[in-house]
């Protein structure tokens, strides 16, 4: 027989709870558009940001709904916090292109064996990984630790035991996949996987540029057949732009990824390249405008005075 409810009682707790939710601070990871979950007196509320949030953040609630942000965590707090959870190794692949989901990179389980039996998870379709953060190790094709909360995957860190030369190799053969004879040896079925991911992937996106460069030229064809082409252009793309930019002053791009702010919009981007025809690499930031925030070399307090194009032509006089 089943135990009868006091509906006094009932109330009476969910009274209490609530009261204590409005007098705690929750510390807790919190992507764009998501929900902060926090648990009180054994019941589980689920809070929207009053305002566009996205990594590691101190939250009051303003009602049973909703909270704002107080600060940001500090780094063993976000280090303690994710202790919580059991770790995955995975191997990352590229952030994901969507502005609305900054910090989140697709990955694959280092170990599918491991993930499978653990946690049900498997590589027929890449992981979501959220909060990656480049300061802290998140890049292409490294192994990392993942934090495994529910169906939900954080950002921890670089996982200690894996080699970093595996990463770079990874990275060169992505970037110039001709200059790849063979295979690594060593490699994990799972960066093998990484590396037929990254192929399939280039297809698409050079197919979905082609597509689009048709697209383009049929609706030139017809502002022009209309007289109305005057002095518009397609707009260009990121890529095209950095593309062109490194072209005026012959260098190449390897690669950018796209630093994103909390509100979700570009604050920042950090671009790879060479000078044509040379193995070395550069790593510079910069703003939405292309305009420099740190070059990678010592230029004086004057790094905001050059743009990327501007910027070539400085590594090239210079001794780096």
């Not at 949030?53 to 280090?79: K, M, N, T």
């Not at 959220?130 to 094709?141: E, K, N, Q, T, V």
């Not at 050079?206 to 518009?232: M, P, T, V």
């Not at 671009?271 to 040379?278: C, L, N």
Request: hydrophobic residues 40%.
């Amino acid at each position: 027989m089943s135990k009868k409810v006091n509906a006094r009682d009932l109330v009476g707790r969910l009274g209490a709870a609530s009261a204590e939710l409005l007098r705690r601070e929750i510390l807790a990871p919190l992507v764009l558009g998501g929900r902060i979950r926090t648990r009180v007196g054994g019941l589980v509320y689920e809070l929207r940001s009053v305002a566009p949030f996205a990594g590691w953040g101190h939250f009051i609630a303003l009602d049973e709904r909703s909270a704002e942000s107080v600060g940001d965590a500090l780094p063993w707090e976000r280090a303690a916090y994710l202790e919580l959870f059991p770790a995955l190794r995975v191997v990352l692949l590229w952030p994901d292109p969507s502005p609305k989901r900054p910090g989140t990179w697709l990955a694959l389980p280092f170990n599918e064996s491991d993930a499978r039996q653990r946690f049900r998870l498997t590589s027929a379709e890449p992981l979501l990984v959220h909060l990656g953060d480049p300061a802290l190790g998140a890049d292409r094709y490294e192994r990392v630790i993942a934090r495994v909360d529910g169906r939900t995957l954080w950002f921890d860190g670089p996982d200690p035991q894996a080699d970093p030369e595996a990463a770079e190799w990874l990275r060169t053969a992505a970037a110039q996949p001709e200059s790849v004879a063979r295979l690594r040896p060593g490699l994990a079925g799972s960066q093998r996987q990484a590396l037929l991911y990254t192929r399939l992937r280039n297809l698409d996106l050079a197919n979905e540029a082609e597509r689009r460069r048709e697209l383009r030229e049929a609706r030139r064809s017809r502002r022009e057949s209309r007289g109305l082409i005057g002095g518009l252009g397609a707009r260009q793309t990121l890529e095209d732009r950095l593309r062109h930019a490194l072209g005026k002053a012959d260098a190449e791009l390897h690669s950018f990824q796209e630093l994103m702010g909390r509100d979700g919009t570009t604050e920042s981007i950090v671009v790879e390249w060479s000078e044509r025809g040379q193995r070395y690499r550069y790593r510079s930031t910069l703003q939405p405008d292309l305009a420099v925030l740190s070059s990678g070399i010592c230029l004086s307090d004057r790094d905001r005075d050059f743009d990327l194009t501007s910027l070539v032509s400085v590594f090239r006089d210079s001794d780096y």
